[in-house]
């Protein structure tokens, strides 16, 4: 079966770091995404890990590590528009051709002055 | 480019009635296609995904159905909606190891 947990929600203060985890466990990998999704709108692409470390880009970070089945987000600088939704989501192998792309729950993340 | 088209954005219809959603890909060739159904708050639920013409896998049982008619070509249907079925609905593509891309989504009320 494949399974992936994040916290429901988290709250944090402008200006400041926020890191949302996320743990998976799936019958096959392709890599692992993360997405931002504002209310009412479609998901937008933020991350893609598929090799154990660290991929920066701007004030975002994700991490993965393939032995744990984890994963985080980190948000630095944080500002009021970065209050949304943030899913997680993995790919895994599918009758070997193909992805299976599966979401976690998201993480509703509310940004404070 | 590549381009998603997914329509329309908002519905509104009786239960019991049925119901056409369609998502077509432009720009690509043979992606794989997904539906899902987000609720209110929570997270995208994988409904139907397809790897090619014809082939379509269900994740849930449901009162929905999917199909692939054309390569880039993805319709959702059911031929009685229940009060259930409301929710968004997104569409997306994606190939091995790339990121996907969603449809606008469609909102449906079923009243």
């Known amino acids: 079966g494949q399974n992936i947990d994040q916290p429901t929600e988290m709250t944090a203060t402008e200006g400041a770091i926020v890191q949302i985890n996320c743990t998976y466990q799936?019958?096959?990998?392709?890599?692992l995404f993360w997405y931002q999704q504002h209310a009412g709108e479609a998901p937008t692409f933020l991350s893609y890990?598929?090799?154990?470390g660290l991929e920066e880009k701007g004030r975002f970070s994700s991490f993965l590590s393939r032995s744990k089945g984890y994963s985080y987000l980190l948000l630095k600088e944080l500002q009021m528009k970065d209050s949304a939704s943030y899913l997680c989501?993995?790919?895994?192998?599918?009758?070997?051709?193909?992805?299976?792309?599966?979401f976690g729950q998201g993480t509703e993340l509310s940004v404070k002055p | 480019s590549q381009t998603i088209h997914q329509w329309p954005a908002t519905l509104v219809q009786p239960v019991g009635s049925p119901l056409s959603l369609e998502c077509t890909v432009e720009?690509?060739?043979?992606?794989?296609l997904y539906w899902y159904r987000q609720a209110a708050g929570r997270g995208l639920q994988l409904l139907f995904y397809?790897?090619?013409?014809?082939?379509i896998s269900s994740e849930v049982p449901q009162n929905l159905s999917a199909s692939r008619p054309q390569d880039r070509q993805f319709i959702l249907s059911s031929k009685k909606l229940l009060l259930s079925d409301s929710g968004f609905y997104l569409c997306?593509?994606?190939?091995?190891?790339?990121?996907?891309?969603f449809g606008q989504g469609t909102r449906l009320t079923v009243v």
């Open positions: 989501a993995v790919s895994g192998h599918l009758y070997n051709q193909g992805g299976k792309l599966i």
């Open positions: 397809s790897v090619g013409i014809g082939q």
């Open positions: 720009g690509t060739s043979n992606p794989n």
């Open positions: 997306a593509w994606d190939r091995v190891s790339t990121e996907a891309f």
């Open positions: 799936t019958s096959g990998f392709n890599g």
């Open positions: 890990n598929v090799l154990d």
